[in-house]
């Protein structure tokens, strides 16, 4: 009998669980899942919720009752600290876990600390959880009331470029909405070499269709920028040229500002040696296995990728929806060949098939691998991916609400599409 952990309930540990429970030995393995959380959370709808589109809890799910009918152990508590070396899991509560294989799907810590001033506890409001969110929307309902400048962007470090580009379209449609978007002049500051560089060297002419769409929509922008401080209603940026050297300096005023933070890992991992890297990062190879602790597996945001690119200011490269569960699937095969006594060889494809919402319109970006060179680069923009995102936010919460990972007409429709999860 195996004991299989997985630690966290997000986008990664969800499907982990799912997919690890099917495979399994069915009366030889137990599959066990640790969250802090008693709730699901979809993530990508977050943007909305800051702008009152969708409250907190139209996009959670309760676990529980999820759990027990798939008869996956649910532990809620929070992790404090990983020991690999005794394959156990100390928790908040004083109690441990023990476990034969782990799979570390925590998500990041959200390293706000690294710019002063920055963060809900900051003068910025943020995205990037469904709290943080709820926060954003108290705030932006006091904004319209009164409006004025808003900032919006990704500080260095930063690898998750998509929800500020959605949220800079959302909250420009919802003004004009109210016919106050006269009152609001808009600034969009981010890290990445150029507009659309979304931390992968781009994704086909997203570029040129990130740019166009801000043109339209009269937002301007600052890139290769590195945030130094942030006070109550102003912000102080640094622009570099293309060796890194200082440009300009800007002083931004705002009434209003949403920045997506650098990522590290959590507290529970970070500073383990063989496990993480220098910012907690889980080290992985091309199996999803880590190379120092061989029963350890991670996936999602929490993994070790290198920089696609240097670039002036700091960038990391985005881990998405898609790209995630590739990394799910290989690995659920991979502990299943483990258990029996073969060695791992399942591979992600680590595809990119992503929906980034503008408002009333919207950008599709596919990516195979997300990672250049790639086989395919494909990118559009329209409202019918406004309204695909609206029925993929529906759909993936309802396939969380009853258990299910892949259902095997989602399988067969993408790969009809020539979009599949594992390597041949």
């Not at 100390?90 to 959200?110: C, K, M, Q």
């Not at 003068?123 to 943080?132: A, G, K, L, M, P």
Request: proline share 7%.
């Amino acid at each position: 009998m195996a004991r299989i952990v997985i630690l966290g309930a997000g986008i990664g540990g969800i499907p982990m669980a799912l997919e690890m429970k099917h495979l399994a030995r069915k009366k030889q393995d137990e599959v066990v899942l640790i969250s802090d959380s008693p709730t699901f959370h979809f993530v990508p709808s977050n943007p909305w919720v800051a702008v009152g589109w969708r409250k907190p809890e139209d996009i959670k799910v309760e676990l529980a009752p999820m759990l027990k009918k798939r008869k996956i152990e649910f532990i809620q508590q929070k992790a404090t600290k990983v020991d690999p070396a005794n394959n156990r899991i100390e928790l908040a509560d004083g109690n441990s876990v023990n476990y034969d294989f782990l799979v570390i799907a925590t998500g990041p810590r959200l390293a706000f600390d690294e710019v002063p001033g920055f963060g809900p506890h900051g003068h910025t409001q943020s995205v990037c959880h469904v709290d943080h969110a709820a926060e954003a929307l108290e705030f932006w309902d006091g904004f319209v009331k009164d409006p004025g400048p808003i900032v919006v962007g990704s500080v260095q470090g930063a690898s998750c470029f998509g929800p500020a580009y959605e949220y800079a379209f959302i909250a420009d449609t919802d003004l004009r909405r109210r016919k106050i978007r006269d009152k609001v002049p808009m600034t969009f500051v981010t890290s990445e070499p150029y507009i659309g560089h979304l931390g992968l060297g781009g994704v086909g002419d997203s570029k040129g269709l990130l740019e166009s769409e801000m043109r339209d929509r009269h937002i301007k922008w600052i890139t290769n920028a590195k945030v130094d401080k942030i006070e109550d209603g102003k912000m102080f940026v640094t622009e570099v040229d293309d060796d890194g050297k200082e440009k300009k300096k800007h002083e931004l005023p705002f009434k209003h500002s949403m920045m997506i933070p650098a990522f590290t890992g959590i507290d529970a991992v970070r500073g383990i040696e063989g496990l993480v890297n220098p910012r907690g990062f889980v080290l992985v190879d091309e199996y999803q296995r880590n190379p120092t602790f061989k029963n350890v597996y991670s996936v999602g945001v929490c993994i070790a990728i290198p920089p696609l690119e240097q670039t002036p200011v700091p960038t990391g490269v985005p881990k998405t929806g898609y790209m995630i569960e590739s990394m799910v699937t290989a690995t659920a095969h991979n502990i299943r060949a483990e258990l029996d006594g073969k060695e791992p060889s399942f591979k992600g494809t680590w595809a990119a098939l992503c929906l980034a919402d503008m408002g009333d319109t919207g950008a599709a970006f596919i990516a195979q691998p997300q990672i250049p060179p790639r086989n395919v680069t494909w990118a559009k923009k329209g409202r019918w991916v406004h309204l695909a995102k609206i029925a993929f936010e529906k759909y993936f919460i309802r396939k969380v609400r009853k258990g299910i990972s892949e259902p095997i007409y989602e399988r067969l429709g993408l790969k009809a599409l020539g979009i599949v999860r594992l390597k041949n």
